[in-house]
């Protein structure tokens, strides 16, 4: 029968987190090598993961972190939201978002493989977590925004509930104060107003089809002449625009001025902005 000491067993569940039942089995398993031992409560960790992958994680939080280069925005979900409120998971959603900012790209399921300082894979750190904590956790999404030399980048997180995240960027001189202000205002702006799309060229041929379709049919059935449809539709689909399209928006704070309107006073352009709301697409 393996020996190892009440210390040992300590050590082990401040190095991992396990029980102590568990702590004293992978000890046994392990002959009482210490290594070896924390090599099996990582594997029952990661089986714990598999197990518990196809369990809904509609929880989270959102995380934001800047980098010489770049800044970025991650959602990492939890099935709970008392999983969300844990200092751990909101340390392993801040370590994420690090890694993230010195990465390129906007794609989550490329950085998987991305190795932290402590020469750990995000993948194996969400592993080891899952184990840890008892949850399915996913890192769902990131999106990073590139330094430029006329990039001025602004970030706002909803830090009531850290559910909602905002990256803003401007075109526009990084070195004005009016400009740095501007884009954490409209930064704000989004998080309350939540845009669908930057301007109107962006908005998909389909989705504007479909509301033209919705809007002539309702002008219709309200007893407008048939000749008119076409001008009253037209109206309202500039309406529309300002609803989902960010730069045709009334400023939440000045609602007499459209957000490219205050931009521009700032002497800038809004260039792009991403919009994370935990659980949401």
């Given at each position: 029968m393996a020996e190892f000491t009440a210390k040992m067993?300590?050590?082990?569940?401040?190095?991992?987190?396990?029980?102590?039942?568990?702590?004293?089995?992978?000890?046994?398993?392990?002959d009482g090598d210490m290594e070896k031992a924390l090599d099996i409560l990582r594997a029952k960790g990661k089986a714990s993961a598999e197990k518990r992958a196809g369990r809904a994680a509609a929880e989270g939080i959102v995380a934001v972190a800047a980098d010489a280069d770049g800044t970025s925005?991650?959602?990492?979900?939890?099935?709970?939201?008392?999983?969300?409120?844990?200092?751990d998971f909101k340390a392993l959603a801040h370590e994420i978002a690090g890694i993230a900012a010195k990465h390129p790209g906007d794609d989550a399921g490329a950085l998987m493989d991305e190795v932290a300082e402590d020469g750990q894979t995000i993948r194996a750190k969400i592993d080891a977590a899952v184990g840890k904590i008892g949850e399915n956790l996913v890192f769902r999404r990131k999106v990073?925004?590139?330094n430029g030399?006329?990039?001025?980048?602004?970030?706002?997180?909803?830090?009531?509930?850290?559910?909602?995240?905002?990256?803003?960027?401007?075109?526009?001189?990084?070195n004005n104060a009016a400009v740095a202000e501007m884009a954490k205002n409209i930064a704000m702006h989004v998080a309350a107003s939540?845009?669908?799309?930057l301007k109107r060229d962006e908005v998909p041929a389909d989705v504007l089809e479909r509301e033209k379709a919705v809007l002539t049919e309702k002008t219709r059935n309200e007893g407008k002449p048939e000749a008119a449809?076409?001008?009253?539709?037209?109206?309202?689909?500039?309406?529309?625009?300002?609803?989902?399209?960010?730069?045709?928006?009334?400023?939440?704070?000045?609602?007499?001025?459209?957000?490219?309107?205050?931009?521009?006073?700032?002497?800038?352009?809004?260039?792009?902005?991403?919009?994370?709301?935990?659980?949401?697409?």
């Open positions: 067993v300590m050590e082990l569940r401040e190095k991992t987190s396990a029980g102590m039942m568990d702590a004293k089995k992978a000890l046994t398993e392990a925005l991650i959602e990492l979900n939890s099935e709970t939201d008392f999983v969300a409120r844990n200092d990073r925004f590139d030399p006329e990039t001025v980048i602004a970030s706002y997180i909803h830090t009531v509930t850290n559910k909602i995240g905002v990256l803003v960027a401007l075109k526009g001189d990084p939540k845009p669908r799309y449809l076409p001008k009253i539709v037209e109206g309202r689909i500039n309406k529309f625009y300002e609803d989902i399209c960010l730069v045709e928006q009334p400023y939440v704070r000045e609602p007499s001025k459209k957000i490219s309107q205050l931009a521009s006073e700032a002497g800038a352009e809004v260039t792009r902005f991403a919009l994370f709301q935990v659980g949401q697409e």
